[in-house]
Nanobody, 127 residues
């Protein structure tokens, strides 16, 4: 059974850094589209960054925080990462790892197109 498990969230002050991890199991996740999303209470989930599958060139697309966040993956560990630097209070959210079943190339950031989700990890940035 496919599973995505996030870790690495926490509380930091503005300007700090965190690295989120998403450990995948049940399939070779890095061969397919993976991405990070985030959500704050009362708002829709928004895409942050995506990375295409290993055989599709691992193209990266940022929807938010480009220049401060870096998405990457380790195929040997079947793990996705999100390095977050220069964090701002507006980055406070629950961050989710997500995958698109059977697709090497990531679709646009439309939530309905993404089929697998982790349980989320909370990131809180204080000013």
């Amino acid at each position: 059974q496919e599973q995505l498990v996030e870790s690495g969230g926490g509380s930091v002050q503005a300007g700090g850094s965190l690295r989120l991890s998403c450990a995948a199991s049940g399939y070779r996740a890095t061969e397919y589209c993976l991405g990070w999303w985030r959500q704050t209470p009362g708002k829709e989930r928004e895409g942050v960054a995506s990375i295409d599958g290993d055989h599709a060139g691992s193209k990266i697309t940022y929807a938010a925080a480009e220049g401060r966040f870096t998405i990457s993956k380790d195929s040997a560990k079947n793990t996705l990462y999100l390095q977050m630097d220069d964090l701002k209070p507006d980055d406070t959210a629950t961050y989710y790892c997500a995958a698109v079943a059977g697709s090497w190339i990531c679709p646009p950031f439309m939530e309905s197109r993404w089929g697998y989700w982790g349980q989320g990890t909370q990131v809180t940035v204080s000013s």
